[in-house]
């Protein structure tokens, strides 16, 4: 096998096409499907899909780097669909394997590839958590020639005895380092040792370091090695920028972000700062959705599309949100929690500024935060401009757009008072610390009440006294 340290021209004993395609036509792909692509707007490759497609569609192992929203999807896609068609599954005997990380992944995939699996009489299922096993079940009984899963369910199918990866001849790992840091590399690599040994292996991902490289040299043979982006987090049509913000006035600089005009998603650490800011932002006038781990599969279907067409304007999420995650015209991506992880930056980062767009990504972090948001982004790869802020000022909204929010409720309820403490919401706040609740924990309201109490018992010994 051959898989270089560093990643650049196509490597492999097989020869490399003189020049990249310059359109879908110029490759051999079957008329149902240019005429899928041509319907829908698509002509021109991605250099992910320019890069990738013929060696895909030649039947070699493929592994590329590339940042999420260069066009993978279609890249790994096209070939499995074109190499699948004509053959029909049995039952419980899946042909084709997908495997991302997460299930907003999984029926974002789904939903790119239909229509191209429909064009070639392919039938698709998705194998994901937090719905159905019983009709997921049901699914494979009744056949399909491509799965679209994650591991942990696939592993439960696996277990039942419901799905069979023996005539497997084409799997894909999509977000591949992901799934590794997610811990599942014990089930995708048991994926990987069910399905056929001489099937083809099509890896993505960000970065090819520790159990990525492992999968690689272990389950990759002879690989052609793409990699579009010299850096996951070097886009040239991304800005980046650190807002330093005075700890008691960051709750309102978050809500004049929330109500600009146009998408803004925002990133927090734990559910319940989402749930909370989620409440606050509704409370001011600013159409907000919660996504975290703790809604149900349905409702976080529900809130994705609602966000797509525009229903809502702010997604608050945790980084549920930070893969998988597709929405046109998203262009400001917020860390409300700085992230702690350089991975997490170049990720949240990556839901804006997809398929050549452009967009930015803002920071917010106290003073005592900054230094060290710095060096993680460095270690990211990005350079962001650093500026102080306050609410309602004119840089502030010169960077994000931030404006005064309506003030008026959404759900029927009162308007948001504007917090005694305003730290409530978010990590850290007050210290600079991640993890601290700050002075709005449910200890200090105890204790508020406690002091209260016993200055009110003085008060009175002092009255009775006179």
Known sequence: ???????????GDGPAPAAPPATFADLELPAEVLRTLTGRGVRRPFPIQAATLPSGLAGRDVLGRGRTGSGKTLAFGLPLLVRTAG??????????LVLVPTRELAQQVTEALAPYADALRLRMATVVGGMSIGR?????????EVVVATPGRLHDLIERRACRLGRVRITVLDEADQMCDMGFLPQVTEVLDQVRPDGQRMLFSATLDGDVDRLVRDHLHDPVVHSVDPSAGAVTTLDHHVLVVHGPDRYAVTTEIAARDGRVLLFLDTKHAVDQLTRHLRASGVHAAALHSGKSQPQRTRTLAQFKNGQVTVLVATNVAARGLHVDALDLVVNVDPPT??????????????AGESGSVVTLVLPGQRRET??????????????????????LSRITGAKTPSGTPLD???????PKNTNVPFRGLGTGKSGSRGAGG???RKANEARKLAEARKAAR????H
């Open 462 to 465: 002092v009255r009775r006294g």
């Open 1 to 11: 096998m051959n898989h270089p340290d560093h990643l650049g021209a196509p490597t």
């Open 412 to 418: 029927g309820g009162p308007a948001a008072p504007r």
């Open 87 to 96: 053959r029909r599954a049995e039952p419980k005997q899946p042909l084709a």
């Open 374 to 395: 710095i060096r993680l982004m460095t270690e990211a790869g990005i350079e962001p401009a650093v500026t102080k802020v306050r609410s309602g000022e004119a840089e």
């Open 136 to 144: 997921q079940v049901a699914a494979m009984r009744d056949g399909a």
């Open 341 to 354: 992880d350089p991975k997490d930056y170049v990720h949240r980062a990556g839901r804006t500024a997809r």
């Open 442 to 444: 449910k200890s200090s």
